[in-house]
């Protein structure tokens, strides 16, 4: 069943179609829940519709299922997986969604005179991207992002976006009730993990050297105390924490206090 866009969704489907007609190459950037993997999926509908043949890229298994299945509830269109292990005859399909890496070892099977819709788009800039690229040299190009710089903080003009096109704030999307309100607590700095000589990798501390300089049973007793004082009645939860060991520790202690908790990584 083909999902119903929201007017914001569908405002940004329109300019991205738009920027086609001034030969552009759209970004659109909208936050996290904003339904961007809908979007993707009306896009590549349209581009169907007007005859186009897709691909659609990601860096990780996990989006590259999650856009497969948004794309065939929206479109009916099956498309090929090309992940590693897969066999996918382009001449065969009309849409394909595959992981960057695993395609760029296939350079030489890809196809001519096909569109690519690129999410997590602020990986664009890396050099597998561009190889990709090159290689498809795509009829229409889209970029989909929640965060319109690179992993390092740089900005995403090398990767060839002309027209950037933002959605609603999250802020927007939770006055207007598409989103759940919160509330966000961090330590104080008298709890906080020592930083000083750790390395930063890509715009971001290096967890390996964090976990090193962790006092992981003090944070995690640290948590509970926060939640107790913050949390009065109990509100559903969640604990942001460093590392898996970290989140086991940081469950644990809230068992230990009879405190309902569970523990969640990417498995």
Avoid at 29 to 35: C, E, K, R, S
Avoid at 41 to 67: N, S
Avoid at 132 to 142: F, G, H, Q, T
Avoid at 225 to 245: E, H, K, M, Q, V
Wanted: net charge negative; with cysteine; glycine share 8%.
């Amino acid at each position: 069943m083909a999902f119903q866009l929201r007017d914001y969704q569908q405002s940004l489907v329109d300019r991205c179609f738009d920027s086609f007609d001034h030969c552009e190459t759209p970004l659109l950037v909208a936050p996290t829940g904003a339904g961007k993997t809908v979007i993707a999926a009306e896009i590549v509908r349209r581009l169907v519709a007007d005859g186009q043949k897709v691909l659609v890229t990601a860096h990780r298994i996990e989006i590259v299922q999650q856009l497969a299945s948004a794309i065939e509830a929206h479109t009916g269109i099956k498309p090929a997986l090309l992940i590693s292990g897969s066999t996918v005859r382009f001449e065969n399909e009309r849409v394909v969604v595959g992981m960057v890496p695993t395609i760029v070892r296939r350079l030489d099977s890809l196809p001519s005179c096909w569109s690519l819709l690129e999410d997590e788009a602020h990986h664009a800039v890396a050099k597998s991207w561009g190889k990709l690229r090159d290689a498809l040299m795509p009829v229409r190009r889209i970029g989909v992002t929640a965060t319109p710089i690179t992993p390092a903080g740089g900005g995403l003009g090398p990767a060839g976006f002309t027209e950037l096109h933002e959605g609603p704030t999250l802020q927007w999307l939770i006055e207007n009730h598409h989103l759940s309100p919160f509330r966000y607590f961090a330590a104080p700095p008298s709890q906080t993990i020592n930083t000083a000589g750790v390395k930063v990798v890509r715009g971001d501390y290096d967890t390996s050297e964090l976990q090193a300089s962790l006092d992981g049973m003090k944070l995690a007793a640290d948590a509970v105390d926060l939640f107790r004082r913050y949390c009065p009645g109990n509100p559903r939860t969640i604990a942001a924490c460093l590392s898996l060991d970290h989140a086991r520790l940081v469950t644990d202690q809230f068992l230990a206090e009879d405190i309902p908790a569970a523990y969640l990584d990417g498995q």
